[in-house]
């Protein structure tokens, strides 16, 4: 009798010490996230290493990912409601802007001590963190970078005459500050007078407001925010780039009607590079051209014949050629109940493995710098040889009134480009603007 | 069996002297109705909740400095800021422009569609065989039952820039010239918005001719008038309801109204060429491209068009001598 009780207790605390061994505390992550189906593994990575996190933390994880292509002003009113509320997702996806945004109003939380709990972020190429911080903290961890280059045809630089060495050339010129925007505007305008592309079909640009239009006043030498966290407009570069914006139109190398000019349209002329010279566009444009656009003419084999891409040329001798990236990033909402969980999650994307899933698929640039050397990235086409854009790439601050700065810029560009002023008159727009809404938040130089 | 008199003072089973008498008795004791108050309290409830408060909300975040970078849904946690955004508003360089091109998309759209036309069509299809009408007016129903991005769409693809385009093609076929869509902004802005505005008149205005009575038509004609006399002197005195009713409405409407042009120009091209006042509200509350949304200042912006509806509905009842059309009929108020 007593063998059968003390095997019958035995048993029971076996029970219940096995048990206790395996009872794994569930924990709920949520992670929202933006973009078509070919950004999808903006999401579905996290779904990827969801048992990898689980063995290492010790947990089990209940996982919700939403994922879709809403609009950007709606998606982000989302989930200005859902924070006010209490009720955002633990990991939110969005542009690095919204940092200048989120943080202040207390959305987010500032990630230095848990970024330092993991080695995956050591590697991220250093260009971006920038991107990723305001007022000294950093607040976000890229998940995809770009270049936003200058598309170029090799099938109209032949018709113009070029050799297949200068051709191929190209990029490694404007790299080296040997091929300026000057000469670029200058080659387009030869290609129209030669009848190569016709008026107007020398150089697009972007058709409406956006992150685009940085590069021409960054590269005459000016500056957004200055180390104390103050707004700056240079009147000095943004005479430049408006002077360099209005030149477009009037050399015949721009249609008149490019601002406002329709997407599809733009990208219809531009992909089976037979009609535009010069494009000003991103690199995750060449994926939905091979599939959507020249699909027909041969897809992503027939760009690689037909297309390249540069720097955008220098500007000015002392800035050089540059390039921007907007990269998208992963933020931590201040109502998340289990940051450090999020941070393993965030951590365990933040991989060669995890990215290059979304980079080769979506042809985002990577965010690491061993994604460059590692496979497929490495032997990608594209990517492999635009990566090195990233040394030169700058990006938009992180700054509460950064848009209102953003759209006065572009309310300068639209006059400037238009005629509707003279590229002065788009300088005195832009400060009245500038003034008027921001006050003392803006320091005119 | 005792019939009380109800609540408009007609009853039935008793003489007009009874009426005279309970019509007195009402509108000299001065007490106030409770029976009528209990019957309008669900409307003045729901008018409250859904356009009192919401209005007084909206003129309290226009005093505020709410951004998406402090925003907060708790009203007392919003920085009071008094007038700043008014004065940042009327200081705007744009406002006069966006203001014009306002009234102007207004008051064109609605003289050429949503009254012109909408009239037109109304005569028209009362005086045609009344099956053929029917299919008319239903045809012209079609815009305003289509889906509003599908629709835009639709006028997007027709009036692309040559070679693309529908109108361009048609053109091109016939020799003609190819117009930009540019060029000629305006002018689709009002036909899109008023293929969709117009067939709200046409039903009022259809209902309003169909239901004045065939003998004063049948005197008219016994009298030998002509068509146009008939609409000149019958039919028109006798919508003078309905088109007050017809402007107000779609002044309100045309006022507020921006998703279609949101959809087809988005305010361009160049400087706020298509840009109107509902659009700038919305541009700076809930859209803005770089993320940091102003909801104090785009709040500011509507704010103003609620003081500019307000004002034009004041006018138009002036103009259009609302209480006479509202006047209990002289019958009853002997």
């Known amino acids: 009798m007593k063998k059968v009780l003390g095997l019958t207790i035995l048993v029971v ?98 990630l230095d001590d848990l970024i330092a709990q993991h080695s995956e972020f050591e590697d991220i190429v250093p260009t971006l963190w920038e991107s990723q911080s305001w007022d000294g903290q950093v607040w976000a961890i890229p998940q995809d970078s770009e270049a936003r280059p200058i598309f170029f045809s090799r099938l109209l630089l032949a018709d113009l005459g070029w050799s297949e060495e200068e051709i191929a050339s190209l990029p490694e010129r404007v790299r080296m500050g040997e091929f300026t925007f000057e000469d670029m505007i200058a080659t387009a305008e030869q290609a129209v ?55 477009f139109a009037a050399r015949g190398v721009t249609r008149p009607d490019m601002i406002g000019y329709d997407w599809t349209q733009m990208y219809t002329e531009v992909a089976p590079a037979d009609q535009v010279l010069f494009y000003q566009g991103g690199t995750w444009q060449w994926a939905d051209w091979a599939v959507n656009y020249i699909a027909d003419l041969g897809g992503n084999d027939y760009l690689l014949e037909n297309m390249g891409l540069m720097l955008f040329p220098a500007m000015t001798e002392e800035e050089g050629p540059l390039t921007l990236t907007h990269p998208l990033s992963y933020m931590i909402s201040s109502s998340s109940e289990h940051p450090e969980v999020a941070m393993a999650l965030l951590a365990a994307v933040t991989t060669v493995e995890a990215n290059n899933r979304h980079a080769i698929e979506s042809f985002h640039l990577g965010i690491l710098n061993a994604q460059v050397e590692a496979e497929p990235y490495k032997s990608h086409p594209v990517l492999s040889t635009a990566h090195y854009m990233l040394d030169y790439t700058r990006s938009a601050p992180n700054h509460p009134s950064y848009s209102a700065w953003a759209n006065a810029y572009w309310l300068g560009i639209t006059a400037a480009h238009t005629g509707e002023a003279t590229p002065e008159e788009a300088v005195q727009l832009a400060v009245e603007t500038l003034q008027n809404e921001l006050g003392d938040g803006i320091t005119i130089r | 069996m005792h019939c009380a008199p109800t609540a408009t003072g007609t009853f039935l089973g008793m003489g007009m002297a009874a009426v005279t008498t309970t019509q007195s008795k009402r509108t000299s004791s001065g007490r106030p109705n409770l029976t009528a108050y209990l019957f309008l309290m669900p409307a003045v409830v729901l008018v409250v909740l859904f356009f009192l408060i919401p209005t007084i909300l909206v003129l309290y975040i226009s005093m505020t400095n709410l951004t998406s970078a402090n925003f907060t849904a708790d009203i007392a946690q919003m920085e ?95 020799g003609g010239t190819p117009i930009t869509g540019s060029e000629y902004v305006w002018t689709f802005v009002v036909i899109v918005n008023g293929m969709i505005g117009m067939s709200f008149g046409m039903v009022i205005f259809t209902a309003a001719i169909e239901s004045i009575s065939k003998d004063i038509m049948n005197a008219a004609l016994v009298d030998g008038s002509t068509m146009l006399q008939r609409i000149r002197y019958i039919i028109l005195p006798l919508l003078r309801w309905p088109l007050l009713f017809v402007i107000s409405y779609q002044t309100l409407s045309l006022l507020t109204s921006y998703e279609q042009i949101l959809l087809l120009t988005n305010g361009g091209p160049g400087l706020y060429q298509t840009e109107v006042w509902a659009l700038t509200a919305y541009h700076r509350a809930l859209s803005n491209y770089f993320g940091n949304a102003q909801w104090g200042y785009g709040s500011a912006f509507a704010v103003v068009l609620v003081v500019i509806g307000v004002l034009l509905a004041a006018l138009y009842m002036r103009v259009f001598r609302f209480r006479d059309l509202v006047a209990e009929p002289k019958i009853e108020t002997l």
């Open chain 2, 80 to 174: 009071f800021i008094g007038f700043a955004n008014f004065t940042t508003l009327f200081n705007d360089q744009f406002a006069q422009k966006i203001l014009f091109n306002t009234l102007f998309y207004v008051l064109v759209t609605m003289a050429i569609f949503n009254v012109g036309a909408s009239l037109f069509v109304s005569l028209l299809t009362t005086h045609i065989n009344r099956r053929a009408s029917f299919v008319f007016r239903a045809l012209w129903l079609l815009p305003r039952i289509t889906a509003g991005t599908v629709y835009i769409m639709m006028w997007r693809r027709m009036i692309a820039d040559p070679p693309f385009g529908i109108l361009n093609q048609a053109l091109g076929a016939v």
């Open chain 1, 193 to 247: 007078a030669e009848g190569v592309v016709e008026s107007g079909y020398g150089f697009y640009h972007r058709p409406s407001i956006g992150f685009d239009w940085l590069p021409y006043y960054l590269g005459h030498g000016g500056e957004i925010m200055i180390e104390d966290g103050t707004l700056v407009f240079d009147t000095e570069a943004a005479l430049g780039a408006y002077e360099l914006i209005a030149s």
């Open chain 1, 13 to 110: 605390v076996g029970l219940l010490m096995g048990s206790a061994a395996f009872a794994q505390e569930t924990i709920d992550i949520s992670v929202r996230c933006v973009g078509g189906e070919i950004d999808r593994w903006r999401c579905e990575n996290f779904a990827a290493v969801e048992e990898q996190v689980e063995a290492e933390l010790g947990i089990s994880l209940n996982l919700t990912l939403t994922h879709d292509a809403k609009a950007w002003a709606d998606y982000k009113n989302e989930f200005l409601l859902a924070a006010q509320a209490g009720e955002a997702p633990d990991i939110i996806l969005s542009g690095h802007e919204d940092v200048g945004a989120w943080a202040p109003a207390g959305f987010i939380i500032p």
